[in-house]
């Protein structure tokens, strides 16, 4: 069955359009994303805003024009952390219904770890016995362990970049006394969830630890191919922090590896994947490009067998 899966995030948007075949993933046709910032200001009003909710309806009239025209079979499109929080989520939800035929699954944040990791650790099987994802998304992040295919724990931080740029981060650059903040408030949310990290295949995924990839690498324009795989060092990470953390949002999107949309969050990102790794004592992490829309793809591809 071909099946395209959105993914409805806090910062970003996604499409991946899949053959599926005896219960696995085939062929890829289509695999994209656009920043939408569905979450801003959920944090502080609990609603999406007007202007907000247009912009996000005409990105996913767009995605309902490319799987018409790639002849989907069936479309699952999930929502995270802003739908989640947001008091008018139903009438989002609704409206959107009406004006593009999607319906739109609210996941809570067990499943969206569950399915994060079955989608994270997909091109890695094989490579250990245990596994660790993270999945450092606008609103919250999953931090997840496990077997397989089996979850050991999983657990939803109520803290993610746009979350953390709006809390704390909010000048640009960021004040010295703002960073130590956010380091110690990660910190206590981190220490909790990450005692039993270093015995584990270490997997990021979403768009801060792609950036970096693709930042660590020079690649003049992102690659997935060379991104997905690619491992990252804390030394690295805080080498790249290091050299945003001075600089305005208009500098920071002036590297060709962060996108426009991406700049103002970049840094609340990097801090929360160096907590993460600082509280596990991970030396390094690897990345992969695949995440939650794989995982909900598996997903689909599951229930046809």
Known sequence: ?????????????????????????????????????????????????????????????????????????????????????????????????????????ILSGADEAYWTYRGGISEFIGRSDRYSVVDIGGGSTEVIIGSGTGIESSTSIDIGAVRLTERILRSSPPETSALIEAHDYIRSLMVPVTAELNTTFAVGVAGTVTTLAALHQKLPRYQPEKVSGYALSYEDIGAMFGMLKDRSTAQIAAFPQISAGRADIILAGIMILLGYMEAGSLKRITVSDRGLRYGIALREAERTV
């Open 1 to 105: 069955m071909r099946t395209g899966v959105i993914d409805i995030g806090t910062n970003t948007i996604l499409l991946l359009v899949t053959d599926a075949a005896e219960g696995k993933l085939g062929a890829v046709l289509h695999d994209e994303q656009v920043i939408a910032r569905l979450g801003k200001g959920v944090d502080a009003e609990r609603m999406i805003g007007p202007e907000t909710f247009l912009r996000a309806e005409g990105f996913l009239r767009t995605y309902r024009a490319t799987c018409d025209a790639l002849n989907v079979e069936r479309i699952c499109a999930v929502g995270t952390s802003a739908l989640r929080d947001a008091r008018n989520r139903d009438e989002f939800c609704r409206h959107i219904r009406g004006s593009t035929g999607i319906d739109i699954e």
